[in-house]
């Protein structure tokens, strides 16, 4: 063995022997001490309990509302798609391109094109998407191309 592929000694360590006598060290009570909620059977306490004070989600005031009518977008910013060379993009080529998050089980929603980052686009392109902003809108028309709301 050379100095320069030293391990660490490979350590077996027997498991421990739960009420199996004195001899042991985990004899009688097993290491669960005496008496209390955690040394009877099934005596779990959850891991925000307080022990009986003011629990901190109950403690702390609330404040605001959340709609649960808020529709979540996957967004692309034309920024983006001024770097893709292509000019024809709909939902599923976003997808096989990695500009958006593949629609899964909790992730169906819908897209929209955004005006980020459009300093030099000057791209002519034909653009099929949930959504668009205002100025993304404007932007792809301003270079001849055309955008389509499914």
């Known amino acids: 063995m050379d100095l320069h592929n030293i391990e660490r000694p490979k350590i077996k360590k027997n498991k421990k022997r ?26 779990k306490i959850p891991a925000w309990f307080e022990g009986g004070q003011m629990p901190l ?23 983006k798609l001024q770097e893709v060379d292509d000019i024809k993009f709909d939902i599923a080529k976003f997808e096989k391109l990695n500009l ?37 809108k404007e932007i792809i028309e301003k270079f001849g191309g055309s955008v389509e709301v499914i």
């Open 57 to 79: 989600q109950r403690r702390v005031p609330k404040r605001g509302f959340t709609n649960i009518f808020k529709k979540h977008f996957r967004i692309i910013n034309l920024g």
């Open 18 to 43: 739960l009420g199996k006598g004195h001899g042991s060290g985990f004899g009688k009570t097993s290491g669960k001490g005496h008496k209390g909620q955690k040394s009877r059977s099934g005596g």
């Open 100 to 136: 958006i998050r593949k629609a899964r089980a909790n992730e169906k929603a819908p897209v929209k094109i955004l005006a980020k980052n459009v300093e030099d686009f000057n791209k002519k392109i034909t653009v099929k998407a949930n959504a668009f902003s205002k100025t993304a």
